[in-house]
């Protein structure tokens, strides 16, 4: 049996993930606040159903612990194009 359709269902999360994570990142521009990973996770509790949030809970980590190091790299001075 080929590892396709399981390859194709992970990375169906982690695409669901990001449209997740990228919805409450625009909230949160639309709204004026900063976007930190921890502002990410109230707007998603606030729109987004337990369900939902549980299922793709260690994707959503992956894409936050991601965000919260550029961050740091923005405050660091780092310039990701060189």
């Known amino acids: 049996m080929s590892d396709e359709p399981i390859f194709f269902e992970e990375a ?3 695409v669901e993930a ?3 994570v ?3 990142i625009i909230i949160l521009s639309a ?3 900063g976007i930190t990973p921890r502002r990410v996770w109230d707007v998603m509790r606030t729109y ?3 369900r939902l949030l549980e299922e ?3 994707d959503i980590n992956m894409i936050l612990d991601e965000l919260e190091s550029q ?3 923005v405050r660091r001075g780092i310039n990701w194009s060189s």
């Open 22 to 24: 990228n919805r409450a």
């Open 56 to 58: 793709h809970s260690l």
């Open 31 to 33: 709204s004026g606040h």
């Open 71 to 73: 961050i740091e790299d």
């Open 12 to 14: 169906m999360h982690s």
């Open 48 to 50: 987004f159903s337990p």
């Open 18 to 20: 990001n449209i997740i």
